[in-house]
């Protein structure tokens, strides 16, 4: 018992009692303070610089500038990888702005951006 509690505290994964009698591994458990981690990869004071540049925010709160930062970066990661997508189709490794461009015609997401890589 003291075993599993340890186990419990401690964010390594545990074995546990299935409904078939059988032992199903649970996925560990991220810890909620990890020293050195980053939850975001984008600066949030250069994030907080962009909001505050904006003449119609007032307030922007550490909570909402962590969903912008982390909203950008799924963004870069998404057209990052429909451009690279792109790349592979002309047998290559390295991106090249027309491999944006492609990118932002075939996604329909991306139409938004057209004619702004001019």
Request: net charge negative; glycine share 6%; aromatic share 4%.
């Amino acid at each position: 018992m003291a075993a599993a509690a340890a186990a419990a505290g401690s964010g390594t994964p545990r074995e546990e009692e299935g409904p078939a009698g059988e032992a199903a591994a649970l996925q560990p458990q991220a810890p909620t303070s990890v020293p050195g981690a980053r939850l975001s990869r984008l600066p949030l004071a250069r994030v907080k610089a962009l909001v505050k540049a904006d003449p119609d925010v007032t307030l922007a709160g550490q909570e909402a500038i962590f969903i912008l930062a982390r909203a950008a970066e799924l963004f870069v990661e998404t057209i990052a990888k429909d451009a690279y997508c792109c790349a592979q189709q002309g047998k290559r490794k390295t991106l090249q702005r027309r491999d944006l461009d492609n990118a932002i015609e075939a996604v329909d997401e991306f139409a938004f951006l057209e004619g702004t890589l001019d």
